[in-house]
């Protein structure tokens, strides 16, 4: 049995490859050639997994899962959340997400530095 994980992040791969008997076959979007941006336009982090799940579902007629995560920061009231990825620009540059957050809660803390 093949199942696609709606990921190309391969470290999730090979972690959930460890977890499910050998008798099921875990798909990488890199694996089956998907590299197109699949806009995640969902209100929670439910919403755009099962956004990423459809649409490998439907384009390509293949099982599908997927995943979503984000960063809840109490202090933030739960930012950036679903937004987490975008916080780091258009590149999704990681250090550029981290830098806001910090930034973010500096102001709400009222720290200086």
């Known amino acids: 049995m093949k199942l696609i994980f709606a990921t190309h992040n391969q470290h999730k791969v090979e972690e959930l490859k460890k977890l499910v008997p050998t008798s099921i076959s875990i798909l990488s979007l890199t ?20 956004i990423k799940a459809n649409f490998i579902k439907y384009k390509y007629g293949l099982d599908c899962f997927a ?9 933030l009231k739960g930012e950036p959340g679903i937004y987490s990825s975008r916080w780091g620009g258009k590149k999704n540059n990681f250090d550029l997400a981290i830098k806001k957050v910090f930034i973010a809660m500096k102001k709400k803390r009222g720290w200086k530095k």
């Not at 694996?31 to 099962?50: F, S, V």
């Not at 995943?67 to 202090?75: P, R």
């Open 67 to 75: 995943d979503d995560s984000g960063l809840e920061i109490n202090i």
């Open 31 to 50: 694996d089956i050639n998907c590299h197109e941006d699949i806009e995640e336009t969902g209100a929670t982090l439910e919403e755009n997994a099962e």
